[in-house]
């Protein structure tokens, strides 16, 4: 007996350590055939990586050396980095990029890709090595073993590798379907609660999508075994309140993140067309099979993960072994999950009620998990003569799938190069050392457009891309008649002297045609009328409606006359009264700003900083209110004379979070010491 536990335990090893290198190696070798690094000058940042993930985790570091983790004035005049955050960067493995020094960073996300590959194929290993019923040795680990390789390597892992942001979602799956079976079967809730907190805390969008899928796995639970009524609530109130506890435990991300979200322009798109077929179930099947082209603008989902799991999955449906209703309610949530992602309704849920832009069916990586936990029943109750042909079709599948993954990857896989991507970094901090300016200031450039520029080079600027942008904002800049790069949540700073005077653009970048070395291939002109951070309006600027004007030009002309009433007639007379009630800053952290202000007549103060209802103004000591002018900006009234001001940022749904998070944790730890007593 203790022989049998010590092979059976020496297997799954073998097949934790193979599931483990076989993608690591499969991934690495696919790198060095495609020059990324660390084999060459390419990176895997390429896509949204290039334009959105990169950025803001240069961005992060920053915030993080800084201590300035709530609010940013990297793009669009200021935004909610804590909400930003919680949406991309906040994945506990990025903990170890912010370490490493900044020039070997954008390596450092390449190995942190390939390594995500590998634990996905470990942590599917470990759910088959814990769910599964195999006893066959030999059998247990080649079926396991291509499983798990299969997984880590499946199309949706290879097309939305330039995600950043989703996979570490999808490698904590099994671990939290795993924790799900535990909490079902036995009553034991801790692996279920900490790997769905993680979940939602690493990606809150991705995480919203296992959510979901945790609900039907609950029914599917529930009734592919033939429970009592008491049994099945008893197990759904366990359920629930272990949902709400990893939810609790994440509040203080996630509820200011649903408030942010809820600002944006997607908040307000709602299903407004008839049902639809997206994908005709041909199309659907076709994307099953290997070497397929990837799916990333546009075009069918991403499913291919194996024909092997395929076949056995098939087999499964019709294994006499196992119990009709298992067969019959396990074929029902396959074909409602498949069924889901082919029409536009299934594609609006899933998708957080509204319809993506681009990368279809995000969600596709929950089919092919429960595709690959089915084969794994399938291959369990697959009987064949002789077990070395069950382990040559294993070897050949697993072949099959590390060779379909890396020809698509050659052929299909964007990358970009480090010199490309890390461009005017270096340039950037060399500008910025040469400027020696102390106070708050703004700049921005007139070369190419690069979204997300500021986050990336760390300075104060407009250019914004960002899923958690406000439709206040969107709307604001394109009204201004600024370029965008992606519908409803981007904007491109193109400036005129009026919109550089108002935002505060102090320093203006142009790229020289002549350079002698890297570090100075970018040239500095001053805009000495650039204005403070705020100041004295004496215009209607609070009911200015911008959209009232067919052109940029006219909405600029129409916002600086409402600041200083007849303002653009007498442009430097205007700015220079301007100047005059401008606000004095004597101390600035991103979230807490303090100065002075000597106002000439009553007025409106106005600020260069998006009205958010998180900012609180105190004037002499005394609260104020604040309200949004010309449906962006923050103001406040001011009366005649001198004052001190200070302006405080408070992540709208924040406190309440952290309280929730606080108490759900204390929660947590009385569950957890409960449950080790009962346990004993």
């Excluded at 303002?567 to 600035?588: C, K, P, Q, V, W």
């Excluded at 106002?599 to 409106?604: L, Q, Y």
């Excluded at 900006?633 to 406190?655: A, Q, R, W």
Aim: net charge neutral; aromatic share 16%.
């Amino acid at each position: 007996m203790k022989a049998l536990k010590k092979v059976k335990l020496k297997t799954n090893h073998l097949i934790l350590i193979y599931s483990f290198t076989i993608p690591m190696l499969t991934v690495l070798l696919s790198f060095a055939f495609k020059e990324l690094a660390p084999f060459g000058g390419r990176s895997i940042i390429s896509m949204d990586g290039f334009s959105q993930y990169y950025p803001m985790l240069m961005n992060m570091t920053e915030a993080i050396r800084n201590g300035e983790l709530f609010y940013s004035f990297s793009g669009a005049l200021g935004f909610n980095l804590w909400a930003q955050n919680a949406y991309y960067t906040n994945s506990p493995l990025w903990l170890l990029v912010y370490l490493v020094p900044h020039s070997f960073q954008a390596v450092a996300i390449d190995l942190l890709v390939i390594l995500k590959f590998a634990l996905s194929g470990l942590f599917f290993s470990l759910y088959l090595i814990k769910t599964g019923k195999e006893k066959n040795s030999n059998k247990r680990f080649f079926l396991y073993t291509a499983l798990s390789v299969s997984y880590a390597l499946s199309q949706y892992m290879l097309a939305f590798i330039n995600q950043l942001m989703w996979t570490d979602v999808i490698m904590l799956l099994p671990l939290v379907i795993l924790g799900l079976e535990k909490l079902w079967e036995k009553d034991r809730i801790v692996l279920y609660v900490i790997t769905l907190f993680l979940s939602i805390w690493s990606c809150f969008y991705i995480g919203y999508m296992v959510c979901l899928f945790l609900c039907l796995y609950f029914l599917y639970l529930a009734f592919r075994e033939k429970h009592t009524l008491t049994h099945i609530i008893k197990k759904g109130v366990l359920f629930t309140f272990s949902s709400l506890v990893a939810g609790g435990i994440a509040a203080v991300v996630l509820l200011p993140t649903v408030k942010a979200l809820s600002l944006t322009m997607a908040s307000d798109l709602g299903f407004t067309d008839g049902i639809q077929v997206k994908y005709t179930l041909f199309e659907l099947l076709r994307q099953f099979l290997p070497f397929q082209k990837i799916s990333l603008e546009y075009g069918a989902p991403n499913l291919y993960c194996s024909v092997f799991a395929l076949v056995l999955m098939t087999v499964f449906f019709f294994l006499k072994k196992v119990a009709k209703r298992e067969r019959l309610v396990s074929f029902l949530f396959f074909f409602f999950m498949l069924i889901s992602m082919s029409i536009n309704l299934g594609e609006f849920v899933w998708h957080g009620f509204h319809f993506p832009n681009q990368l279809p069916a995000r969600q596709s990586f929950l089919l092919i998990f429960l595709i690959l936990s089915l084969a794994s029943k399938g291959g369990e109750g697959l009987k064949l003569k002789k077990d070395s042909l069950f382990s040559a079709v294993s070897v050949v599948a697993i072949a099959g799938v590390s060779i379909s993954f890396f020809t698509v990857f050659q052929g299909n896989t964007w990358a970009s190069r480090l010199d490309s991507l890390q461009r005017y970094e270096s340039s950037f901090e060399t500008v910025k050392k040469s400027i020696a300016d102390d106070g708050f200031y703004r700049m921005e450039w007139t070369g190419e457009k690069k979204n997300n520029l500021p986050q990336q080079c760390t300075y104060n600027g407009i250019c914004y891309y960002s899923s958690t942008m406000t439709a206040d904002a969107y709307k604001f800049f394109e009204n201004l008649g600024m370029e965008r790069y992606a519908l409803r949540v981007s904007t491109h700073y193109t400036g005129t002297q009026m919109t550089d005077d108002l935002f505060g653009i102090k320093y203006i970048l142009k790229e020289k045609l002549i350079y002698e070395n890297e570090n100075e291939r970018l040239s500095v002109k001053v805009n000495e009328d650039a204005l403070p951070l705020g100041y004295l309006s004496e215009g209607d600027v609070i009911s200015l409606d911008l959209e009232e004007y067919e052109k940029g030009k006219e909405a600029q002309k129409a916002l600086f006359n409402s600041i200083v009433s007849g303002g653009s007639e007498n442009y430097d007379e205007a700015i220079s009264y301007l100047h005059r009630n401008g606000f004095n800053l004597t101390e600035f952290d991103t979230d807490d700003i303090k100065g002075t202000v000597k106002a000439e007549k009553d007025g409106v103060m106005l600020f260069s900083i998006p009205y958010d209802e998180g900012w609180s103004v105190t004037l002499d000591g005394e609260s104020v209110a604040t309200q949004k002018a010309a449906g962006y900006l923050l103001c406040f009234e001011i009366s005649e004379g001198e004052h001190e001001v200070e302006l405080s940022y408070t992540v709208p749904g924040i406190k309440e979070g952290a309280i929730i998070s606080i108490f759900s944790m204390l929660i947590f730890v009385v569950l957890v010491l409960y449950e080790k007593k009962k346990r004993k």
